[in-house]
């Protein structure tokens, strides 16, 4: 069992900057492969950006692609959000979650783990 918590969510202004992050707790951390989505009042939820155990590989959506950075902390079992360049269209829950396997995947129902979220308000 893996339980994960969310923190670092806010009120920003577009065009600044947020970084959420995500504590895991229970099994070994590096084996889960960890992914970041969100989602939107009356919108499914949606990937974000990946990461594999190691964290040697990662993944993003093009909606997010060079304004959004994923990483983990092996050491502090943590993975890290950093978004830049916020826009009003980036506002939602921001959920965390694992899954067994060797990478990161798109969908939501792969994931086995999911955090309770965190809530990022861009405004403009």
């Known amino acids: 069992q893996v339980q994960l918590v969310e923190s670092g969510g806010g009120l920003v202004q577009a065009g600044g900057s947020l970084r959420v992050s995500c504590a895991a707790s229970g099994r070994t951390f590096s084996n889960y492969p960890m992914g970041w989505f969100r989602q939107a009042p009356g919108k499914e939820r949606e990937f974000v950006a990946g990461i594999t155990g190691s964290g040697g590989g990662t993944g993003y959506s093009d909606s997010v692609k060079g304004r959004f950075t994923i990483s983990r902390d092996i050491a502090k079992n943590t993975v890290y959000l950093q978004m830049n360049s916020l826009k009003p269209e980036d506002t939602a829950v921001y959920y965390c979650?694992?899954?067994?396997?060797?990478?990161?995947?798109?969908?939501?129902?792969?994931?086995?783990?999911w955090g309770q979220g965190t809530q990022v308000t861009v405004s403009s």
């Open positions: 979650a694992a899954r067994s396997g060797l990478r990161y995947h798109i969908e939501v129902s792969k994931y086995d783990y």
